[in-house]
């Protein structure tokens, strides 16, 4: 799987643009905003849009999703159904934040747990991964050994459990359940911030080991 990161909006958010090599068909993960800087992008590559992913309904990586589907003409694909309120939410979600206003957004479709995705060759396993939020899910390849992680997990860190329906243990037995079990040589794109590996995480993220520091 072919990707290149495109960093949206004022929270520096990862939309990654994912594309197949055999085909050039290709798919946005959590198009957050500016979406003409996401065109742009996508014509530099010189692939075609065929979907618009998202791992879970927040503001900061849903917000450009109807105008960059209504562009390309395609569906918008997730995430799974416990994120309606979130998604029915973004015109308030856009007013706390003090960004331009963002309507309410209905996906094509809903994702649930051992679905699939394809992308032109690409087979992309669904895995759901509440904590975060309860509907978040997460986008794994195989063949390439690469996830797109959303806001699970981060290098160095884990998603925020502090929003509604959010929950810190759930969140960690997502991680440690079904992300970790994938191995340790897997390459994540969080939804923020760099990259990294399962296995480095699995070591050295503090949220992971069995006693966490005190801040």
Request: hydrophobic content about 40%; charged content about 15%; overall charge negative.
């Amino acid at each position: 799987m072919n990707y290149h990161i495109i960093p949206v909006t004022a929270f520096a958010q990862n939309c990654s643009l994912i594309w197949c090599e055999e085909t050039h068909e290709a798919a946005l993960v959590d198009p957050g905003g500016d979406a003409q800087v996401i065109i742009d992008n996508v014509t530099r590559q010189g692939v075609s849009v065929t979907k618009i992913l998202l791992t879970h309904g927040h503001l900061d990586h849903v917000g450009a999703a109807a105008e960059l589907a209504a562009h390309y003409n395609v569906p918008v694909i997730g995430p799974q159904q416990e994120d309606t309120f979130w998604l029915e939410g973004l015109p308030a979600q856009s007013r706390m934040f003090g960004l331009e206003d963002c309507q309410p957004l209905t996906p094509d479709q809903w994702l649930e747990e051992g679905e699939t995705v394809t992308v032109g060759q690409m087979h992309l396993s669904v895995l759901h991964c509440p904590g975060h939020t309860p509907g978040h899910v997460v986008f794994y390849d195989k063949l390439s050994a690469l996830l797109i992680s959303g806001d699970v997990l981060f290098k160095g860190g884990v998603g925020r459990s502090d929003f509604p329906r959010g929950d810190h243990s759930q969140l960690i037995a997502s991680i440690k359940n079904k992300l970790l079990p994938l191995g340790d040589d897997v390459t994540f794109i969080p939804g923020h911030g760099p990259l990294s590996t399962l296995g480095y995480e699995r070591l050295h993220n503090p949220f992971l080991q069995d006693e966490q520091p005190v801040w």
